[in-house]
């Protein structure tokens, strides 16, 4: 089974082997199920993955879902064919395993004035980007390192103007979005529906954007996997995005030897009561 290391430094408990047991997946993707790179646009699901996430989520009835920070329909296509229950905005945007999406929207008294403003304001540092999702706003510095503080301090001043709004720190981003909004409360959410009621949950991520799941998923007894280094309230540790694919791949052959040696059981079982 696959082992952890925190920080680099300190050993951490290897992964269960989720022997046993009804388990509600629960995935991050940048960072998670796909590479970092420069341009998110680029960002791509290797197709082997996305086969992968198709039979985990047949053998768990549907209880996989994508938790991101991305829009749904960014999550649609990053995923496609997969039709997935997701939560996308970090929780500003769901949809269920029925289908039914619900998304939370910006007032145009705030929305309007502040895409003008942070328009202008990006539009003044070469290399940084500005990503509209409509009920929130990504402020990107990856490429340009240098602006980090003037980055973060704009921010700032768009929460001051706007108080039902709170800004979520990332990698080379911070989001501007709506108060409440975040992947805690999706995956809390989420547990409480059909298929995920009744299942311990599992929750991979890698961001700080992913700190609120990890809490709410310890508080549920779950498993919270942090992907990379840094501090985290995750329990265990994987070292890189390769990592959730053996993983993946792990607990698939663990399913297949679970399923084949409960139908040799009940074969067997059968045989002896003719």
Known sequence: MTTVTQDNTAETPPLPALEGGRYAFFFDVDGTLAELIPEPDDVTIPSHVLDNMQTLSTACEGAVALVSGRSIEQLDQLASPLSLPMAGVHGAEMRDAQGHLQRTTLPAEIATPLLAMLEKE?????????????????????????????????????????????????????????????????????????????????????????????????????????????????????????????????????????????TKQNTVGKGSRL
């Open 122 to 262: 990006m539009s003044a540092m070469p290399g940084t980007l500005l990503e509209a999702k409509g009920m929130a706003f990504a402020l990107h510095y990856r490429q340009a390192m240098a602006y980090q503080h003037q980055v973060l301090a704009l921010a700032e001043s768009a929460i001051a103007q706007f108080p039902q709004l709170t800004l979520q720190p990332g990698k080379c981003v911070v989001e501007i979005k709506p108060l409440g909004a975040d992947k805690g409360a999706a995956i809390k959410t989420f547990m409480q529906q059909s298929p995920f009621i009744g299942r311990t949950p599992v929750f991979i991520g890698d961001d700080l954007t992913d700190e609120k799941g990890f809490q709410a998923v310890n508080a549920m007894q779950g498993i919270s996997v942090k992907v990379g280094v840094g501090k985290s309230h995750a329990r265990y540790r994987l070292k890189q995005v390769a990592d959730v694919y053996t993983w993946l791949d792990e607990i698939l052959s663990l399913l297949k030897q679970n399923i084949e040696q409960s």
